[in-house]
């Protein structure tokens, strides 16, 4: 037991590596905020391309979408980091992180997004354009508000899972949570960096997964 | 109004009512090989209120949906207040909001108030200030008997309410014709009532009207005309009295048979 | 070289290709290999918890909700890092497959779980009573009564879930499992050359976009009535 606190749960090596793991955490929070929204405008434009316009862009969406649902997030991110510049394209770390991220979780906001427009009667449309409104104002004032309320618990949980995989990020070296916890995991030759940054990001997305579960058993509940 | 000729006449308005607002000729709409609308004239004049009547499948809310544009026809003219729908150069917009419409399925924006849902286009088409789009859109709800229920959302209002919510939504924009696509199908019988008034009420305020429905009590009290569409083509049409009392042809016979059977 | 040809070289270099090929190919065969393990073990357990939830013992269905709420809280790449370096300082080293595999399947555990139970609440009360009154027992009730109609509509969500999961074998390559990314990556390093990694992402193509198609027929086909 002795071993294990030592290991796993060592105060010392816990204040030791205190620093560079908030700043981790911090510059995981910063990732997360860049990446959401960045990902949410892929999204939108997917889904707006897959379910209106002409029907060849309707299926150069629907295939772009499956297209980046197949790659692994992490394969992307390898090959804008390190496959790009032997192309002479250096679009560096964050480039990458900015790159595949747009394109990896734009695919999912946009396949849940689709869904969401999808579930708005045809009705809608018809009656906002009725009223004068142009197709551009009834999709922004009528379709997509209810669009994102009958898919909210998929949005939140994809918002879950890209926060999430901010953490990949460790890999093309930006100084994220845990990157900075291996880096102190390595120079001090004990887990509880880990360990801290693991408890950091169950405190983090905690909440958010009790919203979900909220949110999903109310959809159920509704239906 | 009693053309001997029984066939395609030019949907003349009747007499004594003013210039036509509405004037669409030659109307074809195909689904493939299906033609629903086998070129058929429509003429309103102003202040006039239009039955039209037949059997489903026979195009007439095809007809209704083609007069401001939301069923694209394939070929003919249409004018409304003088514009040409159909032309590449209009504002589909503009125009749409002088020809307001009432549909079978109501719908309301379920996120949104009554009172939000009257003001969206008055906000962002004919861009009233807030203030002002209130004000209009609670004169409006007053005018269909909803003051009351301004700030309810549509899940909160019964059918006929949420219909007369409609109706406001598309008379708050002024427009110069109203269309209206089966509006009380919907509804359970006893609150057709409510709509219905509404309905007369704005014929009495002048209003012009294109209704398709099967509410023939009201068509035989409230039309200036009836118009009877059968496999995608006007068969006959004139003053409800003459539709319903002798109406010229075969179907046209059958079909008030066997409504009044209801 | 003009530009179109130096993208050629570097990209679909068909003599790097050729050369390590081989090594992908054995690289996609452990990504099946971990997959189907993972997807095995990952929903079995996942059903299994579901099944104990059921059961409704009060202490034992919060450590459930805490297990299935701490594997969906934490990064897949967390869990693995976790799992193969923390590990051996308390003397449990494990290979990196098996920490990929075991971390990924407690993943897959957490968010099945949560699926089933909502199939199984999904699923009317007067179905649980009929079956009683006709002196099925609480588990025979469960298992030839309420999971098969739980089942069928957890069947979309479980694809799309169990699809994502199973891609982040990928991650694996962090810790040293040479599946496909990890074989493309070592390739790349010895020939320095990015035309295995494009290989590496065709494999990955090859593998999943039947099954991304998959996933979104079953969508359509067992989609729930709203």
Known sequence: MEEFAFAFLNGDILREAWPILWQGFLYTLALAAITVPLGLVGGVVLALLSTSGPRAIRLAAAG?????????????????????????IDVGAWGAVAIGFFLNTGAYYG????????????????AARSTGLSRGQALRYVILPQAVRNVLPDLVSNTLEVVKLT????????????????????????????????????????????????????????? | MTSPAPSPSRGAPAPGLGR????????????????????????????????????????????LR?????????????????????SPRT????????????????????????????????????RQDRAQAEAVAARALERVGLAERMDHFPAQLSGGQQQRVAIARAIALEPRVMLFDEPTSALDPELVG???????????????????SHEMAFARAAADRVVFMADGEKLEEGPPAQIFGEPRHERTRAFIRQIDRH | MGGFENFLFSFFNLKVMATYLPLIAQGLGLTIVLALLIVVSGLALGLGLAMLRACGIRPLNWLIIFTVDLFRALPPLVIIVLLFFGLPAMGLGMSSFAATWLSLTLVLMAFAEEIYWAG???????????????????????????????????????????????????????????????ASQSAMSFSANPSPLTLGAIAYLVLFIPVVALGRWVETRFAWKR
Request: with cysteine.
């Open chain 2, 194 to 212: 409510g709509v219905l008034n509404v309905m007369r009420e704005l014929r009495q305020d002048g209003m012009t009207m294109v209704v398709v």
């Open chain 1, 167 to 223: 953490s990949i990020a460790s890999v093309v070296a930006l100084p994220e949570l845990l990157f900075q916890a291996r880096q102190a995991q390595n120079a001090t030759y004990n887990a509880t960096p880990i360990v801290a940054a693991a408890v950091a990001y169950f405190l983090l997305l905690w909440p958010l997964v009790r919203l979900i579960s909220r949110l999903e058993n109310k959809a159920l509940a509704g239906r």
């Open chain 2, 91 to 126: 504002d589909i917009n503009a125009a749409r909001r002088r020809i307001g419409m009432v549909f079978q399925s109501f719908n309301l924006y379920p996120h949104m108030t009554a009172r939000q849902n009257v003001m969206l286009a008055l906000r962002k088409v004919l």
């Open chain 2, 66 to 86: 083609c007069l401001n544009r939301l069923e694209e026809p394939d070929d003919g003219s249409i004018h409304v207040d003088g514009i040409e729908l159909l």
């Open chain 1, 64 to 88: 772009w979408t499956d297209l980046f649902r197949a790659i692994p997030p992490l394969v992307l991110l390898v090959f804008l980091y390190a496959g790009l510049p032997f192309a002479g």
């Open chain 1, 111 to 126: 396949e849940v997004l689709r869904a969401g427009i999808e579930s708005v009667p045809r009705g809608q449309m018809e």
């Open chain 3, 120 to 182: 199984i609440t999904a699923v009317p009360k007067g179905q649980w009573e009929a079956a009683r009154s006709t002196g099925l027992g609480f588990f025979q009730t469960l298992r030839l009564v309420v999971l098969p109609q739980a089942l069928r509509i957890t069947i979309p969500p479980l694809t799309n879930r169990t699809i994502a999961i199973t891609k982040g074998t990928a991650l694996g390559s962090v810790v040293g499992v040479a599946e496909i990314l990890g």
């Open chain 2, 20 to 63: 036509p607002i509405v004037d669409a000729r030659g109307l074809w709409k195909r689904y493939g090989p299906l033609a629903v609308l086998k070129g058929v004239d429509l003429s309103v004049a102003e202040r006039e209120l239009v039955f039209i009547i037949g059997p489903s499948g026979s195009g007439k809310s095809t007809l």
